[in-house]
């Protein structure tokens, strides 16, 4: 009974999460996993130059850490560790492609000056 009491009582609160929910699920399945990506090209490259080669495990701890902190709640009970653990080598697979085509981001990973 107490049940039903909160569902009356949140009804409009509950119908709110469920459209936002909804209206992910549908960005991502339309394809607009793009915004995650460029977010994760980023923060991939700032632990690059932070941390240097050799050390990807920590990278990638750094990387899933930056992400999680700033999903909503919401979010964090729908994306297992895993998956993002998978978004962000789909990320890094990205960006050591961008990597080799821009020399400025290159330099900007090793210290040098961006031109």
Not at 47 to 74: D, H, M, R, W
Not at 79 to 94: F, P, Q, Y
């Amino acid at each position: 009974m107490s049940i039903l009491n909160f569902l009356a009582s949140h009804w409009d609160s509950i119908l709110l999460i469920l459209c936002f929910i909804i209206g992910l699920a549908v960005l991502y399945v339309r394809g607009q996993k793009n915004i995650v990506y460029k977010i994760l090209y980023s923060l991939v490259t700032e632990a690059e130059k932070q941390f240097g080669s050799g050390t990807g495990e920590l990278k990638q701890a750094y990387v899933i850490k930056k992400v999680y902190n700033a999903l909503p709640g919401v979010l964090k009970t729908f994306i297992s560790a895993e998956r993002l653990g998978k978004w962000v080598d789909d990320g890094l697979a990205l960006a050591k492609k961008k990597w080799a085509e821009n020399a400025n981001v290159s330099g900007y990973i090793e210290g040098g000056e961006v031109k």
